[in-house]
């Protein structure tokens, strides 16, 4: 592929709004796609997600805002004067075309010559690991090989800018996480700027260089995998990135306290006084011995522990009855020395592990 | 008795009953389609083998050959057929179209009125168009009102009657598989058309008609096999000049009560019928090799 990284373009999104009659699917939304970036909208469903992509491929009319591709304005654009590369999430193959028919479809329609496109769709087949599939018709292959065609068609007229919604979700796991890292080490070779819709958050993690967690038709965070994993900016983007669970936390002066414990944290502390701590399972342990100058301790009893094959998942109750979760990797045998249930425990979460968040997104 | 062989024969058994009743339940149509169907048309197969002496006899074939009457019949029949299916496409296609491209509800609403005329027999809307077409029915009484001509003209009683009120009849034949088959038709492949640099008009022609042609053939082939029997309209809007094969065995049965004529006319017909609906399966059969259909 020709394609480089300069050839890439960034885009713009200022102060779109879409309503649906009283329900606003897009509020305000502002964002910046930098040039070659591959960034993830990710979200529940009816968070607003896929219809910011439909804004950006031009499906969806917003009643107002302004989207650049670079420095032009495409607002008003129609769709097919995009020239934006998009993957669907039922890939959109046309039945009545084979393989390499839908792959030559966007050559055809700019007149590229005959030689030429079919090289350029062989080589495009080539990318996406489906050389010599061309004569195939569409319902003879299989839903990976679908995808990769989608793919195939939607790199092959060179687009500099690529749209995905969800296309991995139609696939079974072991696929879905092989085609992950192809998407991504493709995203790397071709170098598009690349938008990318999931719901998936371990998805969004994998393959991402910037992640923006939308909901109610906001984006509630913009941040690289780790950041919002670490240090989510809600309650929101804790809960809907990976596993965790709330105390919450009252002001007591200078101190943070949680049930009986005041709490030790080298995180910086939100203003306000509706705060909770975040604790993800994994990150909190249990202790044997005393604990050490920068651990949290907290009492609980057991009240669960789940067999998850690779890990163990352990659910305590603190004394004012909220339940915590713990994470854990099973070794030989160290399954059956976990604590029972109705055993008390002593629960440590890192001082540098304690994140405490403000509980006013929350409330809108 | 070995654990695997347990129940092997009464398991055999239940399955052996459950074929039997199933056949038992469709026998009654079977026996229909044997009595109303099947043995007739032998009777109709053996009558057109037999002379006006009562013995056996390629006379009424011979006749067909011959007369060039006959001919001119077969003629008209195919060109009436041919004339009515394309109308049907072309009026029947965009009308599917549009009502495709309507929300549910009101596409329902449409598809309702596309009905509304089976609900009346096929007699009444043939005299219906009579009277509206004829010399001094409505449609020449509003045209001369309108001045969009001076004398009555004639619409009805040849070709251009015949033609309106086939068309009319046939539509709804052709316009609910095309409709069926654009419903079918994933908005997503217009969108990614879009997406790939397609015009609307491109989507169209490169996307949408070439999926939506297997309805649209479908559509056709039962609007033109229908027309090649077709007996009412014809016969009241045609006005005599315009004779069909059916209108033929008619007369056949009716004026010189040859049965033996009016049975190889429909023995005839039958044939072309069959040749062409076998022509129009290889050809559709052809194009799904191609990729024509899903």
Redesign the interface.
Known sequence: MIITKQDALPISVRDVTKTYGDVFALDDVSLEVESGEFLTLLGPSGSGKTTLLMVLAGFTRPDRGSLKFGNDEVIRKPPHLRDVGMVFQNYALFPHMTVAGNVGYPLRLRRVPKAEAAERVERALETVQLSGYGERRIDQLSGGQKQRVALARAIVFEPRILLMDEPLSALDKKLRDRMQIELRHLHEKLGMTTVYVTHDQREALTMSDRIAVVNFGRIMQLATPQQLYDQPENKFVADFIGDSTFLDVERDGEKLVAGTTVLKTTRPVPEGNNLSLMMRPERVRLLENAASEDVNEFTATVSEVVYQGESFLLYAALENGTEMAVRGAIRSGSFTSLPKPGETVRLGLDSADTVILSDREQQL | MTTTDMNAAGLKRDERLERLKLFGLSSPAILLVLVILVIPVGWLFYVSFIGADGSFSLENYERMIKRKSYGRIFLTTFEVSLLTTGLCILIGYPLAYFMSQLPNRIANLCLITVLLPFWTSLLVRTYAWLVLLQKNGLVNKWAISLGLWDEPIKIVHNLNGTLIGMVHIMLPFLVLPTYGAMKAI?R??L??????????A??FW??FF??STPGLFAGALMVFVLCLGFFVTPAVLGGGKVIMVSMKIVSNIELFVNWGAASALGVVLLILTVAVLWLASRFLKLEQMT????
């Open positions: 994933d997503d492949y969108k990614a058309a879009a997406n790939m640099g397609a015009s609307p491109r989507a490169t996307v070439p999926l990729g024509g259909g899903h």
